[in-house]
């Protein structure tokens, strides 16, 4: 979780303990880490009324949503509707970091 500091600014370390989904804030927009074991997924699920930012800090990943499945590589970054079926799935140790705000419609 963060620490937050006087000026109500919050920092969090990405340097976690690599478990599973840790929620680094509270409040909006919901900000995860997500670290998966390579071969290890999660099953499709929606964020309905959330626009979604996937950000693949490490590792590679085949993020399913809906009928597409992109294969994500260290550094890239997607922004997609919430509101569909979402499947991560890590082919090799992987960590990204997700901001799920929201949606503006």
Not at 12 to 26: E, I, M, S, V, Y
Not at 34 to 56: K, M, N
Request: net charge negative.
């Amino acid at each position: 979780m963060s620490d937050a500091e006087s000026t109500g600014t919050e920092r969090a370390d990405l340097d976690g303990d690599g478990a599973g989904r840790t929620r680094l804030f509270n409040g909006e927009p919901k900000t995860i880490q997500l670290s998966l074991d390579a071969g290890e997924s999660i099953p499709a699920h929606t964020h309905p009324g959330r626009d979604i930012v996937f950000y693949l800090r490490s590792g590679a990943v085949d993020l399913t949503l809906g009928d597409e499945t992109l294969s994500l590589s260290p550094g890239e970054t997607v922004r997609f509707d919430g509101d569909q079926d979402i499947s991560p799935a890590a082919t090799a140790d992987s960590e990204a970091l997700l901001v799920l705000a929201a949606s503006s419609e």
